[in-house]
């Protein structure tokens, strides 16, 4: 996990990164927001805090804005000082997902952190399911009828994919050039073997099968109707 911290108080800035650190996160950090801004740009993290009152030509308030304008939507913690209500909500007004005032407990600033990456991988990962089949991809976790199903790397991955195209036919050289690495050497026997493989764990132990063969063609999931 990345983290980027604009933060011009020099303690503050410290005592934050090597509590961070600690939280075996990786910091890069930074005094204005000129800098800020740049290697917002230039690099991916997966949270930004970002304080209100900046040195340079921009201030916190237009770092999260021109973040924003970039198409970022990297989360982005907005640091204010107390009372300051305006600043608050002209942080979330400019794009900040949350803000905490200062001074604030290091354990906050933590569970604020893991509330947005929560947040920020439910939104980039939904839960898929087709009928009471489903797949987490922030988790890796398959159930059906809320039992938890094991499944191996490449069963998960062919599950994964028939998930996301659910209803279509995909034909076994569909299925071997999304699901297998391209160089990876598979015949159409091996995605029988693999389609029979996870018929087997999601569909024998259970009343409505979801996985369909069509013939001369390939498979689909989904409820036959
Ligand atoms: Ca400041």
Not at 6 to 15: H, T, Y
Not at 53 to 81: W, Y
Not at 89 to 108: H, I, Q, R, T, W
Not at 204 to 224: C, D, M, Q, S, W
């Amino acid at each position: 996990m990345k983290l980027l911290l604009i933060e011009d108080e020099p303690k503050l800035n410290r005592v934050l990164t090597l509590g961070l650190i600690g939280e075996r996160m990786t910091v890069e950090s930074c005094f204005d927001g000129d800098s800020g801004l740049a290697m917002a740009l230039a690099d991916e993290y997966d949270v930004i805090i970002c304080d209100r009152m900046l040195p340079g030509s921009i201030d916190g308030i237009q770092v999260c804005q021109q973040i924003r304008r970039a198409n970022i939507t990297t989360p982005i913690l907005f640091l204010t000082a107390k009372d300051a209500v305006a600043d608050r909500v002209a942080g979330l007004d400019a794009g900040a997902d949350d803000y905490m005032v200062k001074p604030f407990s290091f354990e906050e600033l933590l569970a604020r952190i893991r509330a947005l990456l929560r947040r920020n991988s439910a939104a980039k990962n939904p839960i898929l399911s087709v009928a009471d089949l489903t797949l987490d991809p922030a988790t890796f976790v398959v159930q059906r009828a809320n039992t938890p199903i094991k499944l191996s790397q490449t069963e998960y991955a062919l599950l994964e994919y028939f998930m996301r195209n659910t209803g279509r036919i995909l034909t076994k050289d569909t299925l071997i050039s999304h699901v297998w690495d391209f160089d990876a050497d598979i015949l159409p026997n091996t995605v029988e073997a693999y389609v029979g493989y996870l018929r087997n764990k999601i569909d024998k132990p259970f009343a409505t099968p979801l996985l369909h063969t069509v013939r001369g063609f390939g498979y689909k999931l989904g409820i036959e109707h």
